[in-house]
T-cell receptor
Framework: GESVGLHLPTLSVQEGDNSIINCAYS??????FIWYKQESGKGPQFIID?????DKRQGQRVTVLLNKTVKHLSLQIAATQPGDSAVYFC???????????FGTGTSLTVIP | DAGVIQSPRHEVTEMGQEVTLRCKPI?????LFWYRQTMMRGLELLIY????????DSGMPEDRFSAKMPNASFSTLKIQPSEPRDSAVYFC??????????????FGAGSRLTVL
């Protein structure tokens, strides 16, 4: 029979526009979160992290926002470029140790 | 540093055969993780080590899977016997505590396993 895979959210943006990728995490006690970017055929690469005692953290062209009330993370990419096309994952650190659990990912396509 | 090194990059084998995947973590990192990525389940944590000791193997799917870390610079993930449903990309990642932000995981390029 036909296999059913994960429904990967997709986002298409025009080059130069800003992108916002969202993630819901599962454990309200998680204290550390990371955003990863995975290009086709490669392993996930670190983009930016944030600790639970912060609401916002900025990097180069990227900003992560954390809303603990609703267990929500977002990744904002400014002036999106074709090289930003990839699957983006959020990851939360487990509360009992250093396990990191990943969300299902969002596929970003940048239209030149 | 060359980053996390995994081998083989691709492996095609027949059902019932033993498969061994290898990982060399970043020098100085004292955490090592094995993940599996499939379309069905995304990125799943299989097992992780701290200072070469397995800490949590609750993600290992069944007894056919085993992982070892005989020293700080080498780990293996073994599947015996392999089955078609084991087909996936297996990632190794390492991380350390010595520096600020050292909880960041650095991933290898992955080993793509196909079991026929």
């Amino acid at each position: 029979g036909e296999s059913v895979g994960l429904h990967l959210p997709t986002l298409s943006v025009q080059e130069g526009d800003n992108s916002i990728i969202n993630c819901a995490y599962s454990n309200s006690a998680s204290d550390y979160f990371i955003w990863y970017k995975q290009e086709s055929g490669k392993g996930p690469q670190f983009i930016i992290d944030i600790r639970s005692n912060m609401d916002k953290r900025q990097g180069q062209r990227v900003t992560v926002l954390l809303n603990k009330t609703v267990k929500h993370l977002s990744l904002q990419i400014a002036a999106t470029q074709p090289g930003d096309s990839a699957v983006y994952f959020c990851a939360e650190r487990g509360v009992t140790g250093n396990q990191f659990y990943f969300g299902t990912g969002t596929s970003l396509t940048v239209i030149p | 540093d060359a980053g996390v090194i995994q081998s083989p990059r691709h492996e095609v084998t027949e059902m019932g055969q033993e498969v061994t995947l290898r990982c060399k973590p970043i020098s100085g990192h004292d955490y090592l993780f094995w993940y599996r990525q499939t379309m069905m389940r995304g990125l799943e944590l299989l097992i992780y080590f701290n200072n070469n000791v397995p800490i949590d193997d609750s993600g290992m799917p069944e007894d056919r899977f085993s992982a070892k870390m005989p020293n700080a610079s080498f780990s293996t993930l073994k599947i015996q016997p392999s089955e078609p449903r084991d087909s996936a990309v297996y990632f190794c990642a390492s991380g350390g505590r010595a520096l600020p932000g050292a909880n960041v995981l650095t991933f290898g390029a992955g080993s793509r396993l196909t079991v026929l």
